[in-house]
T-cell receptor, first 115, second 113 residues
Framework: DVKVTQSSRYLVKRTGEKVFLECVQDMDHENMFWYRQDPGLGLRLIYFSYDVKMKEKGDIPEGYSVSREKKERFSLILESASTNQTSMYLC??????????????FGPGTRLTVL | GDSVTQMEGPVTLSEEAFLTINCTYTATGYPSLFWYVQYPGEGLQLLLKATKADDKGSNKGFEATYRKETTSFHLEKGSVQVSDSAVYFCALSEGDNAGKSTFGDGTTLTVKP
């Protein structure tokens, strides 16, 4: 069974802390994505990566950075956490390219609370 | 750019009622269309998909038909169950976006016994 796993289901951090959210996929997918999900705002893309060491900004990259040192792992970094980054964070992966069935596979999410 | 507009929720139905969740899209090319479902406390999972005009995707009693002339992909189910309570997301993916998808805002469905 294909899987995307995220390092924590729930996380509580303090304002100003550096926060790492880890995501691992076992499907050999080229693409990986980080979204945040907030009530009434749907899914918003933070960053995505289409290859090792490659990254592109999504719609809301401010306050975040990412790292992709290995194909299966994509990390989201909050350099200095703030209360407005309290949210559900979802990682996803997909194949790269012009493919008609290019669905995304999602992890279970990390609910981050910044106090 | 691409966009997806979903029927606003929340939607509350009684068990065995008929469900329709509307979805329309704007795209520059010929996208693939998807419905994802998110059960409480979980990530999204693919419910069904369609890759070209007039294709019908179906799964678990849910259906949606890719209508190019009306740029729509409405989700339907003939008889909902309590276990269908979830958030439903319509999405599209275009080949030139290299695997990126555009998602609607989600529609929350609650089914009461």
């Amino acid at each position: 069974d294909v899987k995307v796993t995220q390092s924590s289901r729930y996380l509580v951090k303090r304002t100003g802390e550096k926060v790492f959210l880890e995501c691992v996929q076992d499907m050999d997918h080229e693409n990986m994505f980080w979204y945040r999900q907030d009530p009434g705002l749907g899914l918003r893309l933070i960053y995505f990566s289409y290859d090792v060491k490659m990254k592109e900004k999504g719609d809301i990259p401010e306050g975040y950075s990412v790292s992709r040192e290995k194909k299966e792992r994509f990390s989201l970094i909050l350099e200095s956490a703030s209360t407005n980054q309290t949210s559900m964070y979802l990682c996803a992966s997909s194949l790269f390219g012009d493919l008609p069935n290019n669905e995304q596979f999602f992890g279970p999410g990390t609910r981050l609370t910044v106090l | 750019g691409d966009s997806v507009t979903q029927m606003e929720g929340p939607v509350t139905l009684s068990e065995e009622a008929f469900l329709t969740i509307n979805c329309t899209y704007t795209a520059t090319g010929y996208p693939s269309l998807f419905w994802y479902v998110q059960y409480p406390g979980e990530g999204l999972q693919l419910l069904l998909k369609a890759t070209k005009a007039d294709d019908k995707g179906s799964n678990k009693g849910f259906e949606a038909t890719y209508r190019k002339e009306t740029t729509s992909f409405h989700l339907e189910k003939g008889s909902v169950q309590v276990s269908d309570s979830a958030v439903y997301f319509c999405a599209l993916s275009e080949g030139d976006n290299a695997g990126k998808s555009t998602f609607g805002d989600g529609t929350t469905l609650t089914v009461k016994p």
